[in-house]
């Protein structure tokens, strides 16, 4: 159970500060609040996604690996978003490397909970399902 105050989820995300406050209560206990360092992999290509990650400051980067091992990113996400894509879209597989740039702190959902809560909030689920449009077309 998470020892989170409701105040930790409204402040700081973008996407969980366009929820009503009902829906912050509901998804509070499937929280952690944890701490990302820089250069942290969250996930590497062909990993398990098993989380989901709301950053609340910071700045994640999503990398593409080319054939001959060279980084490319191809993303980034910050306080205006989450990482855990292929949560969203029900694939558990992650495209891109994922590592965190700039220190900050992320709320952190269990994939499965994640999934679980989009089925139980088409609020949440539009949510985050446009939020995975734009950053389709900015990784495009």
Same mark, same amino acid.
């Given at each position: 159970?998470?020892?989170?105050k409701p105040l930790e989820t409204q402040?700081?995300?973008r996407l969980l500060a366009?929820?009503?406050r009902a829906e912050h209560e509901r998804l509070l206990p499937f929280f952690e609040l944890v701490r990302l360092t820089p250069g942290k992999i969250l996930y590497d290509v062909g990993?398990?996604?098993?989380?989901a990650y709301f950053p609340k400051?910071?700045?994640i980067s999503l990398l593409s690996i080319t054939?001959?091992?060279r980084t490319i990113e191809v993303? +980034? @996400?910050g306080n205006e978003g989450m990482t855990g894509l292929p949560t969203v879209v029900r694939c558990n597989v992650a495209p891109y490397q994922v +590592? @965190?740039?700039f220190a900050g702190n992320a709320l952190r959902i269990g994939a499965d909970a994640l999934r679980a809560q989009m089925i139980r909030s088409p609020l949440l689920q539009e949510i985050l399902l446009c939020y995975s449009h734009a950053l389709l077309i900015q990784i495009a």
């Open positions: 159970m998470s020892s989170l402040l700081g995300n366009a929820l009503p990993d398990t996604v098993r989380h400051g910071g700045m054939e001959d091992g993303g +980034m @996400v +590592m @965190v740039q």
